[in-house]
């Protein structure tokens, strides 16, 4: 029974191995070719002081055939990425392997017959072609196994990116929860309707806090939260929370990831505009620029205040800088200034999402 139970774990971890996706990295760009040539290099200097004479002609007969073998296996490995994804990661890493394998010998025979200016297969020095074939299929192996273990690396990154975008997405601070449950408790008896529009508010936050992690939405859809949430949080603060909207005409294609603008928002109110006794004004500016969606929030910053550096300030901003950065790379920019009475938040990230850039990454 217990030897049934192994086979069939060892048989499931076997079936798990081959359903995962072989994922090569993006080795067609300027900086993986320049990072090939250079190792490349530092592996012809190890084989040529490693034995044999040392000169001038070895050195650039090496340097041609690794940079021959090199170059060609990651433009191959490069134009057929999809198809060694749709393999499967065992599937797909013999394929690899295999590419590169045939790249060498190929390589190597034709190195061989153009230095003895004989083009004929009789008298191909197979023994030194067999040498080139186990250095490289030794690189080849622990090439493939660094792309494994970089590719699990970023699986789990990802999932723990995920947990923090969930957490981010799913929280709600509980003295909102509590200051608005007060305020509908109130609002019953003298002001039903407004009463009920709280609560449908209050119901459309908790609906987004709850919806996938990463999920996309129309800009339009999260500018209309972060209005709910200002309905709310204004019938507690009363005249003390102005708030000022310019907003350009917006597309129905441009979309913001769910629960990006709403929290900041939430802090520039729990921060900036609660601690002051009078109050203040949060200004919030959205316009577009060169394919790139621009936002400005701005709110006053209290005397004596440590705004930036708040525990809720900095972990809000750190799991959206997060969100951005695994939807748009670098595309993406959010960063914070302040000076003697402003503390401003800058947005920026573009019109179109690549849904390949996610792709290049791993």
Excluded at 170 to 178: A, M
Excluded at 282 to 289: D, E, K, Y
Aim: contains cysteine.
């Amino acid at each position: 029974m217990v030897a049934d139970y192994s086979n069939q774990s060892r048989l499931k971890s076997v079936a798990d191995l081959r359903a995962k996706p072989f994922v090569v990295p993006d080795l067609c760009n300027v900086t993986a070719i320049s990072l090939l040539v250079l190792f490349g290099e530092l592996l012809v200097l190890v084989m040529l002081f490693g034995g044999g004479p040392i000169t001038w002609l070895r050195l650039a007969l090496m340097s041609l055939f690794v940079q021959w073998v090199a170059l060609t296996s990651a433009g191959l490995l490069c134009a057929t990425r999809k198809v060694l994804a749709d393999l499967g990661l065992i599937a797909g890493a013999l394929a690899a392997f295999g590419i590169v394998m045939l790249i060498t010998i190929t390589v190597g025979v034709v190195t061989d017959r153009l230095l003895v200016q004989n083009y004929s297969f009789s008298g191909v020095s197979w023994s030194v072609i067999l040498g080139q074939l186990v250095i490289s299929g030794i690189i080849t192996v622990l090439a493939l196994r660094y792309f494994y273990v970089q590719q699990q690396l970023r699986v789990q990154e990802q999932s723990e990116l995920q947990s923090r975008i969930q957490a981010l997405q799913s929280r709600i601070r509980p003295h909102f929860l509590f200051n608005s449950m007060n305020i509908i408790a109130s609002l019953i008896a003298t002001d039903p309707a407004t009463a009920e529009t709280v609560v449908e508010d209050l119901s459309e936050l908790f609906r987004a806090s709850l919806n996938d992690a990463g999920n996309q939405v129309q800009l339009s859809e999260e500018l209309d939260l972060c209005e709910r949430y200002v309905r709310i949080e204004a019938l507690r603060l009363g005249n003390r929370l102005q708030l000022e909207w310019e907003i350009e005409e917006i597309p129905s294609s441009v979309r913001i990831p769910l629960l990006t603008l709403q929290p900041l928002l939430e802090n520039a109110i729990y921060h900036g505009i609660q601690p002051l006794p009078e109050g203040g004004t949060i200004r919030l500016r959205l316009w577009f620029t060169n394919q790139e969606v621009n936002v400005e929030i701005s709110n006053p910053l209290p005397p004596d205040s440590s705004f930036g550096e708040s525990q809720g300030n900095k972990m809000a901003l750190a799991n959206i800088r997060s969100r951005l950065s695994v939807l748009y790379g670098t595309r993406a920019e959010l960063r914070t200034s302040s000076d003697e009475d402003q503390y401003v938040t800058f947005l920026r990230y573009p019109l179109r999402h690549d849904a390949t850039e996610q792709e290049a990454q791993l």
